[in-house]
């Protein structure tokens, strides 16, 4: 689990987030919304989709792409947008069955009508890799008691019961297909239910941050690197509407490494650690031209 030091380095990035939220509620959500091109590409891309975030951000704004790709994966972007977009419509939705469905059948719109919106039934087994997701007759039940537990807070530390239920979720997989991109459209509704933003588990690091985390949760039933993982992602969120709030100029993390002697990867790992105010946008790390290294 995190140390009350992360814990406690949250709570003030919750508090000074809050602050500055107060009269800036448009500008939040339109922060919020012009994420959401690099979320659905991630979301996607851990599935193993082709299109880049140039072919999903044409796709979300109706453009030509230059290249064919499946009616599927024109769905697949498409739907994901849409349901991003319902989770902003309003501030809290809470967390059932029938939501977790609803979504769902949103998620496969146009794309499989049969299976959308309903968990698995019959012998609608599924695998991913060695895992076998739980047997359909009790995927209900499990479900039922999984958002139950949730809703009772029986795990005190908030991120912590996010962790758990995306594991255990993950675990069940209950739907014949869509199941990682509903658990991590169920994490930022988890997240925003609780007045904080949504975050983007990236792509590019799922093999070796991301992944590994489901084997060890299904050997040992520790979920406690996805704690780590969401409050690494969860400071990076809160870091970057802080910056775009309050900062100047925004400047590459790259550009201010140099003018304040700091190595490049030195200030990488700084940034994926969080312990620099530093953010992703389009994939690249950037960060408050005017931030003093000197303060940390």
């Known amino acids: 689990m995190i140390n009350q030091t992360t814990k406690d380095k949250i709570v003030a990035l919750q508090k000074q987030f809050t602050?500055?939220?107060?009269?800036?509620?448009?500008?939040?959500?339109?922060?919020?919304?012009?994420?959401?091109p690099e979320m659905v590409y991630n979301s996607n891309a851990i599935e193993?989709?082709?299109?880049?975030?140039?072919?999903t951000?044409?796709?979300?704004?109706?453009?030509?792409?230059?290249?064919?790709?499946?009616?599927?994966?024109?769905?697949?972007?498409?739907?994901l947008a849409r349901l991003t977009e319902i989770l902003l419509e309003k501030d809290k939705h809470k967390l059932t069955i029938k939501l977790i469905l609803d979504l769902h059948k949103t998620l496969l719109t146009h794309i499989d009508e049969g299976?959308?919106?309903?968990?698995?039934?019959?012998?609608?087994?599924?695998?991913?890799?060695?895992?076998?997701?739980?047997?359909?007759?009790?995927?209900?039940?499990l479900m039922q008691e999984l958002v139950d537990g949730y809703n009772q807070d029986k795990i005190e530390y908030f991120l912590d019961a996010i962790a758990h239920f995306h594991a255990e979720f993950e675990?069940?997989?209950?739907?014949?297909?869509?199941?990682?991109?509903?658990?991590?459209?169920?994490?930022?509704?988890q997240l925003m239910n609780t007045g904080l933003p949504p975050i983007i588990i990236q792509n590019k690091n799922k093999h070796t941050a991301y992944y590994p985390l489901f084997s060890k949760y299904q050997s040992t039933l520790k979920f406690d690197g996805f704690t780590e993982l969401f409050a690494q992602l969860l400071q990076e969120t809160?870091?970057?509407?802080?910056?775009?709030?309050?900062?100047?100029?925004?400047?590459?993390?790259?550009?201010?490494?140099?003018?304040n002697h700091?190595?490049?990867?030195?200030?990488?790992?700084?940034?994926?650690?969080?312990?620099?105010?530093?953010?992703?946008?389009?994939?690249?790390?950037?960060?408050?031209e005017q931030y003093n290294s000197i303060e940390e």
């Open 115 to 141: 299976i959308a919106g309903r968990f698995r039934i019959g012998k609608e087994w599924v695998r991913v890799g060695n895992h076998l997701g739980a047997n359909p007759q009790f995927v209900p039940s």
């Open 238 to 259: 809160l870091h970057k509407r802080i910056t775009l709030l309050t900062a100047k100029k925004i400047v590459p993390l790259s550009v201010w490494a140099k003018r």
């Open 48 to 55: 193993n989709s082709t299109l880049t975030l140039e072919d």
């Open 57 to 79: 951000e044409k796709i979300l704004t109706g453009g030509t792409l230059g290249r064919k790709v499946s009616v599927r994966e024109i769905y697949e972007a498409k739907n």
């Open 262 to 288: 700091v190595k490049a990867n030195v200030a990488a790992n700084k940034a994926k650690r969080q312990t620099i105010p530093a953010f992703r946008l389009r994939e690249k790390w950037m960060i408050d």
């Open 171 to 189: 675990t069940i997989h209950p739907f014949v297909d869509g199941n990682g991109r509903m658990g991590r459209v169920l994490i930022n509704l």
């Open 19 to 36: 602050f500055l939220a107060k009269g800036n509620e448009t500008l939040l959500k339109e922060i919020a919304l012009a994420e959401i």
